[in-house]
């Protein structure tokens, strides 16, 4: 079966870079998510990268895909307390018949220190 | 985007009762999906809601348990039967937007449950 494995902590430093990184098993997974988790809320769609893409940037963040060893990772440039959360590697595929289902992570709780 | 909205919030519930909740999307969708988070853990899938037949299940999950409904292409019920403490968890709405070359899975805000 599909396994995504992410650390479980994080500690930074506001205004330094923090680097979530994630690893996973299925190589057939055709989209890699990250989703943010803030305290007593839902989650949060932050980025994707679909499988062919090795790099994906969206203002503060830099997803980096590694298809060859199976690893991604979320960069956060300027990070600020606001970024603190839990963030949650996913991928997904499509069974036959069966939509987009997503494989989560057990997410990495990133606390920033002013 | 899509925006989905859940009922209750929060409940807090006596064993051996049910809840129902009730997960409404602003535009039809074909998948819909119900998570558990339990406490300290990650997001696990209970079953893929299809309109026009039976829900699919996951492993260790069972219809007499979580019995769910998908009267239409935007609104869905899951209901935690005979409920007992280890059944506290946030439960999620979860639907499936694709588009041009996207493809992304979009969460309701949760319904935190508490046993007793």
């Known amino acids: 079966g599909e396994d995504v494995e992410q650390s479980l902590f994080l500690s930074v430093r506001e205004g330094d870079s923090s680097v979530i990184n994630c690893t996973y098993t299925d190589s057939s997974s055709t989209y890699l998510y990250w989703y943010k988790q803030e305290p007593g809320a839902g989650l949060q769609l932050l980025t994707y990268i679909f499988s062919n893409m090795d790099m994906k940037q969206d203002q503060r963040l830099t997803v980096l895909l590694n298809k060859k060893d199976k690893h991604l990772s979320l960069r956060i440039a300027d990070t600020q307390t606001g970024d603190s959360a839990i963030y949650f590697c996913?991928?997904?595929?499509?069974?036959?018949?069966?939509?987009?289902?997503?494989?989560f992570g057990g997410g990495t709780r990133l606390m920033v220190k002013p | 985007s899509a925006v989905i909205s859940q009922k209750p919030s929060r409940d807090i519930c006596q064993r051996g009762t049910s809840l129902t909740i009730q997960c409404q999307v602003d535009?039809?969708?074909?998948?819909m999906f119900w998570y558990r988070q339990q406490p300290g853990q990650s997001l696990t899938l209970i079953a893929t809601?299809?309109?026009?037949?039976?829900?699919?299940?996951e492993s260790g999950f069972v219809i007499d348990k979580f019995p769910i409904s998908r009267p239409n292409l935007t609104f869905s019920t899951l209901t935690v039967s005979n409920m007992s403490p280890e059944d506290s968890s946030i439960y999620l709405c979860s639907v499936t937007r694709t588009g041009t070359g996207t493809n992304s899975q979009y969460f309701g805000p949760g319904t935190r449950l508490l046993v007793l």
């Open positions: 809601a299809n309109q026009g037949s039976e829900a699919t299940y």
């Open positions: 996913a991928e997904s595929f499509s069974p036959h018949n069966a939509g987009n289902m997503l494989t």
């Open positions: 535009s039809q969708v074909t998948m």
